[in-house]
């Protein structure tokens, strides 16, 4: 079985700095593209970053700058700096991409999400 497992959210001012960590768990050969998503109440799940394999980023409009996306093949993680926090920016923040099991075809998990919230 394979999982994507998000920590490092919680309650911050705005202005403030988060990271996000997300682990890709089980029998793994690899990870490949892979991005962050996030849902506020009452809206649609968007696109926040991605990253492919070798480390071409790609941010939304309303992050770029304040973001980092990164990654780590070797430990299967990929994270999420967070910077100059805003409240527009709470949302349940969440971890999906490819990934690649050592049987089997491509997968393409989501995490359980994670909890950001800003405070003005």
């Known amino acids: 079985q394979v999982r994507l497992v998000e920590s490092g959210g919680g309650l911050v001012q705005a202005g403030g700095s988060l990271t996000l960590s997300c682990v890709a768990e089980?029998?793994?050969?690899?990870?490949?593209?892979m991005g962050w998503y996030r849902q506020a109440p009452g809206r649609q799940r968007e696109l926040v970053a991605d990253?492919?394999?070798?480390?071409?980023?790609n941010y939304i409009d309303s992050v770029r700058g304040r973001f980092t996306i990164s990654r780590d093949n070797a430990k299967l993680t990929i994270a999420l700096q967070m910077n100059s926090l805003k409240p527009e920016d709470t949302a349940v923040y969440y971890c999906?991409?490819?990934?690649?099991?050592?049987?089997?075809?491509?997968?393409?998990?989501w995490g359980q999400g994670t909890q950001v919230t800003v405070s003005s």
């Open positions: 089980g029998d793994i050969s690899g990870i490949f593209k």
């Open positions: 990253i492919t394999r070798p480390g071409t980023t």
């Open positions: 999906h991409g490819d990934i690649l099991p050592r049987r089997g075809p491509m997968l393409n998990p």
